[in-house]
């Protein structure tokens, strides 16, 4: 009995052993799928040129296409930057105030706000910013339409905003309470204390949470594809219509024929975003494993 | 002594003004939403079919097919996110391998929905055959979801104390009877919460779905699995930029959105629920 209950032991441990393997192998699953499928289109177009020429046309009838990337790149790294130059900032703002001033009632409204904002599907972002961002933006610029880069940063912002505030939360509130007592004691007022001894000692989770906005950011979709206005051009201000990355997969891999050179291009830009947001994902990880060390 | 208790007044103000801002804008998400999309909405809107070319009529395919796609996404996520976590919690020692799958878990969790979306179309739209349907993007969201879920799932394992898998193990059962007698009844409400959360987002999404199986228009009900479907969030965006009278619309667009966002929060009401009420019958 003994001995049947151990054989039986053994093969349940095995079964959860091979579930926790399944994470690895979807990772690598993707990373080689990707990596094969845009193999056959680097065999046509040199990897450099894909990567920084801003030549996208690979409908061209007349001249040969072309399947440079390089101004969507710039798009989507322009308009995630100009997102977390209104998401650090305000959501840092938010996240001191929760963690340091706000009053009991007001962090139990808080909330539940940053969980619902959470929640709002990214393509009812984007359609607030055809209907409700970009008319405001036409007007305060007096330019015919709205959906552009702004558009687009202001947009990916709300998105970002959560994850930068909870986050950022507690990296202020993981900070141990003995530094906040110490620069009190010594007569500092409770904002020198946040301002010079709380955010230098929680920065690097805040850093850490900054790049996973970015790296939401780059990879989000649908709300670029609404708000942007979606034209292929290397753009020059934040106020020009842009495509990015992801837009670009999502208005072209549905009208492509399997198989062709432009379609393994699209994989290509896949393959580009996933090493793009690990890249990203990695520095933020790294980054908070030493600051765990560090107040360990 | 002044300027410094000025400095901080203002300075707190200046936090409170960022507080203000986030919760400003999702008032004014909801408010907009809300306001221009419940004059849509009434019995015919959400039991009908678009008709005329989607100028009139209900979105009822959209409901029925985001529904069946998010129960595909559960049927995958929820067994393998939840065993992935009870190895993680249960079995795993701190090696290189377990390093590995934490790594994976969370470069997962930042993979962007439209590779996804690319991933979903080669393996299960091609590779597998399934073709364009209801199977092939609730495995891809179920995928997407994974991560969510394993979190989810083994931090609600860790919230069982050690002391209920010590009592069992001392009196002589096994590992795995431990587990399925004195750990998995406690944390299952957690597990269960967390994962609906998971895919409630998942609902929402559009990216992973746009090339795995939904539809522009299909004036019937999906008749199977292997059917193509109409979604709720690709109706949005179908009917915000792609629809011939985008204008004419618009009043669609927005009672969708206002569908789309009453299904999220009714998800996240049963998460809320089901861990008040298992919680309760644990009490007892």
């Known amino acids: 009995m003994a001995k049947h209950n151990n054989y039986k032991e053994k093969i349940i441990h095995g079964l959860f052993f091979l579930n926790g393997l399944l994470v690895i192998i979807v990772l690598i699953g993707i990373f080689v799928l990707l990596v094969t499928k845009s193999l056959p289109a680097f065999k046509e177009i040199r990897f450099s040129e894909f990567l920084f020429k801003a030549n996208w046309n690979p409908t061209a009838t007349f001249v040969a296409p072309s399947y440079g990337i390089g101004s969507m790149l710039v798009s989507t790294l322009l308009v995630s930057i100009g997102a977390l130059a209104i998401a650090i900032p305000l959501g840092i703002g938010a996240a001191a105030y929760l963690s340091d001033v706000a009053s009991q009632r007001v962090r139990e409204i808080a909330k539940p706000v940053i969980e619902i904002l959470a929640g709002i599907p990214s393509v009812v972002i984007g359609f607030l910013g055809i209907v409700l961002v970009g008319p405001v933006i036409a007007k305060i610029f007096h330019i015919p339409n709205g959906l552009n880069a702004l558009n687009g940063s202001i947009l990916l912002a709300v998105m970002a905003l959560p994850t930068i505030i909870s986050l950022s939360e507690d990296a202020l509130n993981s900070v141990p309470k003995s530094f906040q007592d110490a620069s009190l004691a010594l007569g500092a007022t409770h904002w020198q ?22 790296g939401r950011a780059i990879g989000e979709t649908m709300t670029v594809l609404m708000a942007t206005g979606c034209a292929i051009a290397m753009p020059t201000s934040f106020l020009q219509s842009v495509q990015t990355m992801t837009a670009t997969i999502a208005i072209e ?27 990203v994902n990695m520095i933020s990880d790294i980054v908070l494993n030493k600051y765990q060390r560090v107040l360990k | ?26 008032i004014v998400i909801l408010y907009d939403i809300t306001s221009k999309g419940i004059g849509v909405i009434s019995w015919k809107f959400l039991t009908a079919m678009p008709k005329n070319g989607m100028t009139e009529g209900g979105i009822l395919p959209a409901i029925v097919g985001t529904i069946l796609v998010t129960v595909i996404t559960a049927l995958l996520s929820i067994p393998l996110g939840m065993g992935c976590a009870i190895y993680l919690n249960e079995y795993a020692r701190d090696n290189k391998i ?25 393996l299960f739209v091609q590779m597998m055959n399934l073709g364009t349907c209801i199977l092939s993007a609730g495995f891809t969201l179920g995928l997407m979801t994974l991560p969510w879920t394993i979190t989810a799932s083994e931090e609600a394992l860790k919230n069982v104390p050690n002391s209920y898998r010590e009592g069992a193990l001392a009196l002589g059962a096994t590992k795995w009877q431990a587990i399925k007698t004195n750990v998995l009844p406690y944390a299952i409400p957690g597990m269960l919460t967390g994962t609906i959360l998971g895919l409630s ?17 299909l004036p019937f009900l999906p008749k199977s699995l292997s059917s193509q479907f ?22 669609i667009a927005y009672g969708t959105a206002l569908v789309l966002i009453a299904l999220v929060f009714i998800m996240n009401l049963c998460a809320v629920m089901v861990r008040y009420r298992l919680r309760k019958i644990k009490m007892e």
């Open chain 1, 193 to 214: 204390t946040l301002v010079r001894v709380k955010i230098p000692a929680a920065l690097s989770g805040i850093i850490a949470a900054s790049m996973l906005g970015m």
């Open chain 2, 201 to 217: 987002r998942a609902a929402g999404e559009t990216a992973p779905i746009l090339f795995t199986g939904a539809a522009f228009f």
């Open chain 2, 1 to 26: 002594m002044k300027a410094r208790k000025l400095k901080e007044i203002v300075g707190f103000n200046i936090l409170r003004l960022c507080v203000g801002i986030v919760i400003a804008i999702l």
């Open chain 2, 98 to 122: 377990t390093r590995l799958i934490r790594m994976s878990i969370r470069n997962l969790s930042g993979v962007p929905s439209i590779v996804y979306g690319l991933f979903g179309v080669i």
């Open chain 1, 253 to 279: 891999l549905g009208e492509v024929p399997y198989n062709t050179t432009h379609y393994y291009a699209l994989f290509g830009i896949g393959l580009v975003l996933f090493i793009i947001t690990f890249i």
């Open chain 2, 230 to 251: 109409m979604a709720l969030p690709y109706h949005l965006y179908i009917m915000s930029t792609q629809h011939h009278a985008v204008s004419k619309v618009r009043p």
